[in-house]
């Protein structure tokens, strides 16, 4: 029997992989704008287990297992009180006997590491403190839309937080030069850096986010203070008030260069408005994109279609 495959961290997927999931994608995104029904799930059930907030995560999920002729069922936060109620394993091992998969959107990465340990089905996960792999691919799938993948500079400005860290392990495994511009202290996180190193990928870090973007191709923002860290919004909007995504910012960057975010946007904090709701904003379509790219991940995982052979 093979075994169980899971998204835990953008890592878990081979650059073949990657690719092959968003040709996928982009067949699937083709047929949904067509009409043309793809079934393939039928009868599968996902259970989405949700320790935070979202808007974007829960309504892809659950329109994309619907689309795909499943279903899925949203645990709200506090419904399942994961750990507390009773333990991670436990809870992987129930949910093991009924559903065909797991995303989880969780405090401590650990959480999702724990199902993934414990469930004898595939685990997806959609945002933990340390990566939000989903998101990346999203991108991934926004880049290909315009450019190739291999030798593309994406420059993040902001926080090195987790939606920086999948987006660093996407460039190293699909050969993407990766910047962040970010203030002291709020560097990525030293395990992330060594997988990046460990997959022969680089993070330049540049203080100066006018010097960072000179040659970029993809500038990316997210919010400075991440679900969890509310209590920090006052001393990282201080941190980071030079670190805005604004017009300012983008007369130092190439005419050519892109600008996204996952989305919550906070705007006049991170971004301006007048840069997100330019044309040269791809955050929304990147946000499209999570319902194709996600729908490609289930039918891989759940589905068992072959991508990247
Ligand atoms: N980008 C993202 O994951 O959005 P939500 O938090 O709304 O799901
Ligand atoms: N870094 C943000 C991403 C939200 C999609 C957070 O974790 O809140």
């Not at 291999?150 to 999948?166: E, I, Q, R």
């Not at 460990?198 to 870090?205: D, E, N, P, S, V």
Request: hydrophobic letters at 40%.
């Amino acid at each position: 029997m093979k075994p169980v495959r899971h998204l835990v961290s953008m890592s878990d997927f081979s650059k073949e992989e990657i690719n092959g999931l968003i040709d996928l994608a982009r067949k699937l995104r083709v047929e949904w704008r067509s009409g043309i029904p793809r079934h393939t799930l039928a009868s599968k059930t996902l259970a989405m287990v949700f320790e935070k907030p979202s808007l974007r995560t829960r309504v892809t999920f659950e329109s994309g297992m619907t689309q795909l002729g499943g279903h899925a069922i949203y645990l709200a936060p506090g419904d399942i009180q994961i750990g507390k109620r009773e333990p991670v394993a436990d809870v992987a091992r129930n949910l093991s006997r009924w559903v065909q998969g797991i995303m989880a959107r969780t405090h401590r990465h650990s959480t999702v590491v724990g199902l993934a340990e414990h469930a004898a089905v595939p685990v997806i996960n959609a945002l933990s403190d340390l990566e939000h792999p989903c998101q990346a691919l999203a991108l991934a799938m926004a880049i290909r839309d315009r450019r190739e993948l291999h030798g593309t500079h994406v420059v993040f400005v902001g926080d090195g937080n987790n939606v920086a860290h999948s987006i660093m392990l996407l460039c190293a495994i699909t050969g993407m030069r990766f910047t962040i511009s970010c203030p002291a202290g709020y560097e990525p996180s030293a395990v992330i850096l060594e997988k990046c190193g460990a997959l022969r990928g680089t993070c330049a870090i540049e203080r100066e986010p006018e010097a960072a973007v000179r040659d970029a191709d993809v500038i990316y923002t997210d919010v400075w203070a991440s679900m969890g860290q509310e209590e920090e919004t006052e001393t990282r909007r201080a941190a980071f008030s030079r670190y805005q995504v604004n017009e300012a910012l983008l007369r130092s960057a190439p005419e050519h260069a892109v600008i996204s975010h996952c989305l919550p946007a906070h705007r006049g904090e991170e971004i301006t408005s007048e840069v997100l709701d330019s044309a040269r904003c791809i955050a929304f379509d990147e946000a499209e994109n999570r319902l194709h790219v996600q729908k490609a991940v289930l039918l891989f995982l759940l589905g068992g279609e072959s991508v990247g052979d």
